[in-house]
C-alpha cells in the first residue's frame, strides 16, 4: 500500500480570517496613530518607539479579532451577530460592559439629535 492520502482526507491548516470569500488585508499599523496619542496620554513620551506602537498594535488587532469570534460563536446559531452578543460576551468585565453601554446610548442620543435637525430643516415653515 502506498502512503499517499487522499487530498479530500487531508484538511488545511488555516489562519483564521484566510480562505475562500475572505479578503486578505493587511492590519498592520491599523491604529498606531491612535495609539500614540494614547500611549502619550497615559504617560509615554510625547513620541513612542515604533517597536513599542507596534506592539500595542498587534495586542489590540489580536483583542478585537478574539471578540468578534467569541460574539460569533455566540451568534452561531442565528447566523447573524448582534450587539447583544457583544454584550454577552463582556458581561463578566463590567467596566467595560457598562462603557459599551455608554457609546451605545450616546449613539442613540445623536441619531435622535440629528432626526430632529433634520426634521427642522424640512419645514421651513415653522421658523416664520
Known sequence: MSDNKDPKDVKEHREPGIGPGRRKTVRKGMFSKDLKLLMYGFGDVPAPAADSIAVMDDLVIDY??????KASRVAENRGKVRVEDFKFVLRKDAKKLARVEELLYMSEDIRRAKQLFDEK?????EEV
Open 121 to 125: 430643516e424640512l419645514d421651513p415653515a
Open 64 to 69: 478585537i479579532a478574539d471578540m468578534c469570534q
